[in-house]
């Protein structure tokens, strides 16, 4: 595992301990230039929904300097996002 996907992993585990159950994050894969994360959880029916999203880049960006931009965002079901962030920097 090479130092990127630590990052994005531990920034998952960070974004989990702190918003489960409302929202969860799971890495489905990283890459030099996006990362894609699963989330799941009843976020989605409450206010600020970008917001709970932009948390990760967030957790990312405190851990390591790197900046995300939401990319896109699929909805999976009513629960359920996959969204796929630009790694700007």
């Known amino acids: 595992m090479n130092s990127l996907e630590k990052i994005v992993k531990e920034a998952a585990e960070r974004y989990n301990k702190y918003r489960f159950p409302e929202a969860s994050a799971k890495v489905l894969s990283v890459n030099e230039k996006s990362i894609n994360i699963l ?3 009843p976020f989605a029916a409450s206010c600020c929904f970008y ?14 300097g790197l900046k995300l931009k939401v990319e896109s965002i ?7 996002f996959k969204v796929k962030f630009k790694i700007e920097s």
Request: proline fraction near 0%; avoid cysteine; glycine fraction near 4%.
């Open 39 to 41: 989330f799941e959880g």
């Open 51 to 64: 917001d709970w999203i932009e948390d990760y880049a967030r957790e990312v960006m405190e851990l390591s």
């Open 74 to 80: 699929e909805q999976i079901d009513s629960e359920k």
